[in-house]
């Protein structure tokens, strides 16, 4: 599943308005009900229908709206494609033809003849193209963004932009470690969890000075998860480091905001009111250009 978030406008937050990613919570929420509305299958079937899971999902391969950051800790050359898509959605203010056209960044467009899903894309040399499940059409050449078009495997495989094809060796770049994931290079920064990259014998590894108990369960120091790992060195991740889940609890990093855990998702006026990271947040479907709100969903225009 290649999941593409959408856009949202969130005129009326409640709560934290701050976000250490490269959208604001505000903005996120925006692309997101503007998928909701403008890509309303393939929302479904990347985001199962959810706006909280649409905007603070964090996907290493295809991060959500408010969880791009400048320095992941997972980086991937789909980060800056994915940039440009969302900012695109997020300025066609509920224009569901402008929306349509953000799916293409080699300047092409128009409708799919075939619309198997984002999922199905397919890399032509570095162009990764296929179409949405609404029929619009997907276009991104990673050679723009100095990726590469390859497949990536997960709980299954799919075709991405990546950071590089994998090697014979897997090596560090500074504090990242390079991950072979598939045929996909990504980076997995070792800085974030408190240690440092070393080569290895062909391979590249987190390693840490800190020994622990290897049976100790994880636990919290502030806002820090610590853990101890099988080989009995310790990994610390600052939860305050990440653009969503900032607080710590219960030896894993949790919702930002205590307002809510779940929210059914409903209008209230013009108005889609739900719960994301914790807050309790409404997007003025009317402010940000739709016709208004009906079913806990804007209505395109």
């Known amino acids: ?39 309303p299958k393939e929302f479904l079937a990347s985001w199962g229908g959810s706006l ?7 996907s290493p391969l295809v991060p959500t709206p408010a969880t791009l950051e400048p320095s992941p800790s997972i980086a991937t ?26 799916w293409t960044l080699d300047g092409g467009s128009g409708e799919c003849t075939s619309v198997p899903g984002l999922s199905s894309a397919r890399c032509g040399g570095e162009l990764l193209s296929g179409c949405t499940l609404d029929g619009q059409r997907f276009r991104v050449n990673c050679a723009d963004h100095g990726a590469v ?33 598939g045929d996909a290079v990504l980076l997995s920064d070792c800085a974030r969890a408190g240690q440092r990259c070393e080569f290895f014998d062909g391979g590249s590894q987190c390693v840490s000075d800190r020994t622990c108990d290897a049976g100790q369960e994880s636990h ?12 009995g060195l310790e990994s610390r991740t600052d939860c305050a480091l990440n653009p969503t889940r900032r607080r710590c609890s219960a030896g894993a990093c949790v919702e930002t905001g205590t307002q809510c855990v779940d929210l059914r998702v409903t209008c209230q006026g013009s108005a889609v009111s739900f719960c994301a990271d914790g807050f309790a947040r409404q997007v003025d479907c009317g402010g940000v250009g739709f016709a208004g709100c009906d079913a806990g969903a804007c209505v395109p225009r």
Do not use: H, K, W
């Open 52 to 58: 909280e899971f649409c905007t603070t999902d964090v």
């Open 220 to 231: 919290c120091e502030s806002s820090a998860v610590v853990f101890c790992e099988a080989n």
């Open 149 to 181: 078009c390859t497949a990536a495997s997960f709980f299954s495989s799919l075709n991405v932009c990546a950071v590089a094809r994998c090697g014979p060796t897997m090596g560090c770049r500074g504090s990242q470690r390079e991950v072979c994931v």
């Open 1 to 39: 599943m290649l999941r593409f978030p959408a856009v949202v406008l969130a005129l009326a937050l409640g709560g934290c308005r701050c976000s250490t990613g490269d959208f604001s919570a505000d903005e996120a929420a925006r692309v997101c009900v503007t998928l909701q509305a403008c890509s």
């Open 77 to 102: 050359g789909m980060d800056q494609p994915l940039r440009e898509i969302y900012r695109c959605l997020l300025d066609a203010r509920g224009d569901c033809s402008r929306a349509a056209g953000c």
